[in-house]
């Protein structure tokens, strides 16, 4: 008995520690339980900053996958725009500039001409000598003909002698005409007394030519100027031999005069700016014994015909030479002064290419290049006259590459403006 009373004493015992503990148990401090909670929600807290922070890693590989196809893009179209080739563009210039166009010209005397005797003879005195301004009539130089000093004496003799015939013959024409109208004589007798009269008054009027032919040949003994101007050249001295005319088998020029007042210069002008100059335009005239003077002509007239050989059209421009500023035979250098062409362009020589087809010249339409073929006209060095092509509207490219072709996508980065004409 003993035993189990002890054994339930133990278990009663065991019980009351057992609710004990557990009234200590249910009565918990107030930090104790907030310990407790907190302890209890960390596995949640934990998983919440796991899932942030897969969702952070997972936005970053988005964003560099995002970052790295937006790069790619980019970069594809970078590259595809850097495969297009850049081109700088300009338009034509409506019209061509006028020009100057230099060519040499040779100087000659508004008049001028050769003098040769009429005569022949022995220069006995010349009066003026090279250089000499003279004027019109002024006796340049005499002659000795003795020839015709004596067939003159003669034919003024043989004059006579027909005069006196022709007086005679006359006389005895009245004469056998009285008779007649006596029927003295027949008529027959009387016609011919007549025609003896007529005859011996033609030989009369003949002997008075030849007088007059060598009075005229005794004028020529004296050379005289036909016009005023200047002494250029002598050619005969006191004592020389002189031949009558030009056409004899040596023929000798006894003086050169030349009119220096006025003077012609002429030029032969390319049958390329044959139509470019006109009657009535201006040009300068220059020469290398003095650079700094110009001297202005007017053009006055032109040939009208382009040569065969030189395929040139010869111009001549008048110059007022009061002044003597010009010389007969002076090589001087005549400037025309070239309008612009209607009805043409001008264009950068830079805009060119030159192909078999022949010059073109790169246009863009739409960032697409077409080829289109010109005529030049006249290049001016830096640009180009075009007869037609080309609009004023046109693009036309600067400085075209050689593998350039129609069709060709460009890219335009800049458009110059079109130079101003001059």
């Known amino acids: 008995m003993s035993e189990q009373s002890h054994i339930v004493d ?8 057992s609710d004990v503990s557990n009234i200590h148990t249910d009565v918990v401090p107030a930090h104790e339980e907030a310990h407790a909670e907190r302890h209890i929600d960390a596995p949640g807290s934990m998983r919440s900053i796991g899932i942030l922070f897969a969702v952070v890693i997972l936005a970053a590989i988005g964003y560099g996958i995002y970052s790295r196809r937006s790069h790619e893009s980019s970069l594809q179209e970078t590259t595809a725009q850097e495969s297009i080739p850049p081109v700088i563009v300009t338009h034509a210039s409506i019209g061509s ?18 003098i040769y005797s009429r005569t022949n003879g022995y220069l006995r005195k010349w009066y003026y000598d090279i250089g000499a301004h003279v004027k019109q009539g002024d006796l340049l130089a005499l002659i000795e003909t003795p020839e015709v000093d004596q067939q003159l004496i003669q034919s003024r003799a043989e004059l006579e002698r027909q005069e006196a015939n022709a007086q005679l013959a006359g006389t005895t024409s009245d004469r056998w005409q009285s008779l007649l109208a006596k029927h003295a004589v027949s008529q027959q007798e009387a016609d011919q007394a007549r025609s003896n009269y007529i005859a011996a008054q033609a030989a009369v009027d003949a002997s008075k030519a030849n007088v007059k032919r060598l009075e005229e040949l ?25 031949n009558a005319g030009s056409g004899s088998a040596n023929p000798r020029e006894l003086f050169h ?29 220059t020469q290398d014994s003095n650079p ?36 007969p035979g002076a090589y001087v250098f005549v400037h025309f002064d070239l309008p612009g062409a209607p009805g043409t362009f001008t264009i950068p020589s ?21 080829l289109k073929p010109i005529k030049i006209g006249h290049d001016y060095g830096d640009t180009v006259e075009v007869l037609s092509g080309i609009t004023a509207q046109d693009a036309l490219v600067l400085s075209p590459a050689d593998s350039l072709v129609s069709g060709a996508q460009v890219r335009v980065t800049s458009t110059v403006a079109p130079k101003g004409l001059e």
């Open 10 to 17: 133990a278990e009663t015992e065991n019980d009351a520690r």
């Open 97 to 114: 500039k006028s020009g100057e166009l230099t060519l040499p010209g040779s100087v000659s005397a508004y008049i001028e001409t050769p």
């Open 218 to 242: 005794q004028n020529y003994e004296k050379i005289t100027a036909p016009f005023s101007g200047v002494i250029t050249a002598r050619n005969t001295d006191i004592g020389d031999l002189i």
């Open 257 to 285: 005069l030349a009119d220096t007042n006025k003077m012609r210069v002429y030029a032969a002008i390319p049958e390329l700016y044959a139509d470019r100059v006109r009657n009535g335009g201006v040009a300068k005239i």
């Open 292 to 327: 700094g003077q110009v001297i202005t002509g007017n053009i006055v007239r032109n040939s009208s015909a382009i040569d065969r050989t030189s395929r040139t059209l010869n111009v001549e421009v008048d110059i007022d030479n009061r002044n003597n500023l010009l010389r």
């Open 350 to 370: 830079n805009t060119m290419l030159f192909r078999a087809q022949g010059a073109q010249v790169a246009v863009v339409k739409d960032d697409r290049v077409q």
